[in-house]
């Protein structure tokens, strides 16, 4: 059983930067794709960023210049990197990673809380 372990949530202020982490207990490179959710009660839960193993990315029309998703395979880590914070970027961001022939992402980390203050 494949184990995502985010790090790096907390409280910033508005226009603010955070880097979030997710450390996996396997390689990154035995996923087709790795991404961030998150989170708030009441709404559905959204893709925040996508990373393909080959390397593509693809971000929320929310976040798209502000956000970047990374990784480092020899640390079997991807991060993302939050800049110019706003408080409705508050939530729970949950690492999500999606297993060769599934359809949807099928592991999940436990979540860390980001919280912006204006």
């Known amino acids: 059983q494949v184990q995502l372990v985010e790090s790096g949530g907390g409280r910033v202020q508005a226009v603010g930067s955070l880097r979030l982490s997710c450390a996996a207990s396997g390689s990154i490179f035995s996923f087709n794709a790795m991404g961030w959710y998150r989170q708030v009660p009441g709404k559905p839960r959204e893709l925040v960023a996508l990373?393909?193993?080959?390397?593509?990315?693809n971000y929320a029309a929310s976040v798209k210049g502000r956000f970047t998703i990374s990784r480092d395979g020899a640390k079997n880590t991807i991060y993302l990197q939050m800049s110019t914070l706003k408080p409705g970027d508050t939530a729970v961001y949950l690492c999500?990673?999606?297993?060769?022939?599934?359809?949807?992402?099928?592991?999940w980390g436990q979540g860390t809380q980001v919280t912006v203050s204006s």
């Open positions: 990373l393909t193993s080959s390397g593509m990315t």
């Open positions: 999500a990673a999606r297993r060769p022939q599934r359809v949807e992402f099928d592991c």
